[in-house]
Structures are given as structure tokens and as C-alpha cells.
């Protein structure tokens, strides 16, 4: 498919561009690399955002909208499940929250969290789960879910393939073993079920000894959420977020009436199955969101304010600071999924330090990104003043071009 670019926007894009500090030549030739990519069988989709200065400096969309969609194509308004992006603005909820005096991020977990009795000292607190130095390992918390059935609740797991009736069965029966709450079948009360036991665990390590990528922490960390607030997230965030940033496009669970605004994969593509259904009605904290380019970038341009956007004023620079600074500094390089890299992290955001990673050989230091799962990223670079989006399907979950992409934008600058 060809790109949604015209001739007259590219130009106009350019003019603008070069006022900006961006050599127009560069941009061009960025159209036509992102117009390659989509082409390949690697990424058939590709929707991109460029802020500089706060303005608006380029804007594209590259193929197909999915094969849900007669394999339509894709628009700049195309909506995405940004996965783990979703961790920046649950910390961001957080720090919002922390302002206005319901919580302090320095606090233990259990204070918020009572069932929280692994962890038996309250060492483990708010700001290790979004650092991801809580102690908490994700495969130890599938070992020990097992192994708390078997041995304390003298109960047997269904086999992981087994069909979600099963599943729900099993998990009823354990609700009912621990004296829980009654709930519906279906994922939520599976995922809650899940996290009764896995509170009732100790954590693999004391907290900030080591960093490792965890979702659990993201699941306690929208917990304390949904609780001092009493909303549910996706109104809370509409509230304090998404409302006053204009982000009219970010759901958690999504508007039955954007189905044909939002991407699709076939099969053969990364996180198909879930990325297709399931995560529509996902408000999960690690990734339940879904949103666009135009509205991610209205996001990262308010942490380069500083956190103002306009007239509306999201947190403190004090708050900002904190957020996007590394709180690793003093940990080993982390371990994840086989692979070693540094630990530096900031509050929610992956602090670029001293990384070479998928972002871009030629990032700032002090730069700042996250991405998710099915191959989205979002990028805040406050040296260059660049906030930049990349959302695509992919085959792999290695973010395919994105470093390319993100060395192209800041390769366009002159100053």
C-alpha cells in the first residue's frame, strides 16, 4: 500500500521542518524508508509521530490497517494496543496521586495493599514496583502459584492449554479453599484469584537488590490505584489524564464504537491472538492500554514541559524530575528473558543511562522511552526537545527498525 502521505503535506511538513532544525532532505528520505518497511512482510503496518519544540514536525502512516479490516489502510488516527507503554502512565496516576496527598510513593506496599503478606517486613515499597527492584520475579510467581495450590491448598492445576471453563472451574475452587469473595468466571476473576495467592508469597529477593522487568509490579501498582481512588481506571484516568491532555483515544477497556479505527494483526504476527481480542477488554497495569500516536505524543510533550501541556498543568517539575531520573544506579545489570543489559529505570519510564539498546545508537543519556508488547514505542528526549512515536505490527518482538527509526529523526537535526 502506498503511503498516506501527499506530495503538498510532505512539503508542507518540510517547510516547517527546516524552522525547526530539521534538514527537510532527511525527511524525505524518512517517508520513503518508512514507506519501504511497511512494504516488507516484516511490519505491514506503520504509524509515526514527530514533535519538536512542542510543534508538530511530521505525521505518516504506512500500509494496512489489518486483515479484519479487508486490509484497509492504515490511517494516522489508528488506534494501537500500546501494551507496556501502559507502565509510564500508571507511574504518572501514581505521581498525580502523590501530589494530592493519597499516597506516598515511598510508602510500603502493604499499607495499601493488606493482603500484600509475603511480604512479612513491608520492605517492598511503591516506587521498587515501578523501577521493577520489588524482588518479585513473574516466572517465580507462576512456580509458587503451583506450588501454593498443590502443597497448602491441596488442590490440582489444569494443564496451561486447558479451555478457559476449566480453568474458571479450578480457579472457583480455590477462591472458595481460601474463604475469597465470590466473583464471575471469566479472566477477571481468574487474574484475581491469581493475585490472592501470589500476595500470600514471599518475593524472590529484598527489594532493590535486583532489577528485573515485572508485570506483577504493575498489577499492584494499578491496585493502589483503583482502590484510593475508588473509580475505575479508565475513568480516573479520563479524569486526571487523558481529559485534560485531549487524549481522546486512550481507553483501557475500548469503545465498541472505534472497532474499525483500530489495528489488527493476521496470525503470523506477534501477539496476534491476544492483541486482536482479548486486550480490548484488558484494564490490565502492566498493558491494558490502547491509544494513537497524536495522543502519546501530547504525553511525552507534557513530561518535556515539564508537565504542562497548554493551560493544563499534569504534575509538578519536581514530580518530573523524580520520575524520569534513575533509581538504579547502585544494581548489576539485569537479567531478562536470557539477555543482560543495564539497569538503569527511572519511575515507570526506561532511562536511557549508559544503554545500547533498540532505540537508537544516538540518543541522549538523559533520554527517556518505553516500549510494549506488538512492537510500539514511545520516545522523550528533553536535550533534543523531540518527542517521537512508533507504532507498528510486526513479526518479532524486537521492535523491527525502530532503532533505525529513532537514529533517522535525530540525524535530521541540525541544532
Known sequence: ???????????????????????????????????????????????????RHGQEIFEGAYGIKGPEHGEGSLTSDTIFPICSIT?????????????????????PVRQYIPEFTGDTNNEVRIWHLLTHTS?????????????????????????????DEIWDEAMLKIRDKMGSAK???????????????CLSVAPTHKPQKVMQYCNTGYHLAKEIIDRLSGLPIDEYAGKKLFGPLKMSDSHFI???????????????F?????????????????????????????????YLNQGKLGSEVILSPYSIREITSDHNQKL?????????????WGLGWNVRGRKKDDSGMIRSAGSYEHGGFGCCKLYCDPEADVVAAYFTVCKTDTYYKSSNFFNMVLGALVD
Open 135 to 163: 524482588g518479585i520475579i513473574d516466572d517465580d510467581q507462576d512456580k509458587n502459584f503451583g506450588k501454593y495450590v498443590k502443597e497448602t491448598l491441596g488442590l490440582e492445576l489444569p494443564e496451561d492449554e486447558a479451555p
Open 332 to 344: 548489576a545489570a539485569a537479567v531478562y528473558e536470557g539477555e543482560t543489559f543495564d539497569s538503569t
Open 270 to 302: 506477534v501477539g496476534s491472538k491476544w492483541l486482536n481480542q482479548h486486550v480490548l477488554n484488558s484494564d490490565s497495569g502492566p498493558g491494558g492500554l490502547k491509544s494513537t500516536v497524536h495522543d502519546m505524543t501530547r504525553f511525552g510533550q507534557m
Open 254 to 268: 475500548f469503545p465498541k464504537e472505534k472497532l474499525s479505527r483500530y489495528v489488527t494483526r493476521g496470525d503470523e
Open 183 to 197: 466473583m464471575e468466571a471469566g479472566d477477571r476473576m481468574r487474574h484475581d484469584t491469581f493475585m490472592k495467592v
Open 87 to 107: 507502565k509510564p502512565v500508571i507511574s504518572t496516576l501514581l505521581a498525580i496521586m502523590q501530589e494530592e496527598g493519597l499516597v506516598d510513593l515511598n510508602h
Open 1 to 51: 500500500m502506498a503511503n498516506k502521505i501527499t506530495n503538498e503535506q510532505l512539503n508542507q511538513m518540510c517547510n516547517n521542518a527546516k524552522s525547526y532544525g530539521f534538514r527537510p532532505e532527511r525527511l524525505l528520505l524518512l517517508d520513503q524508508r518508512l514507506e519501504e518497511w511497511s512494504k516488507s512482510d516484516m511490519t505491514p503496518s506503520i504509524a509515526v509521530k514527530i514533535l
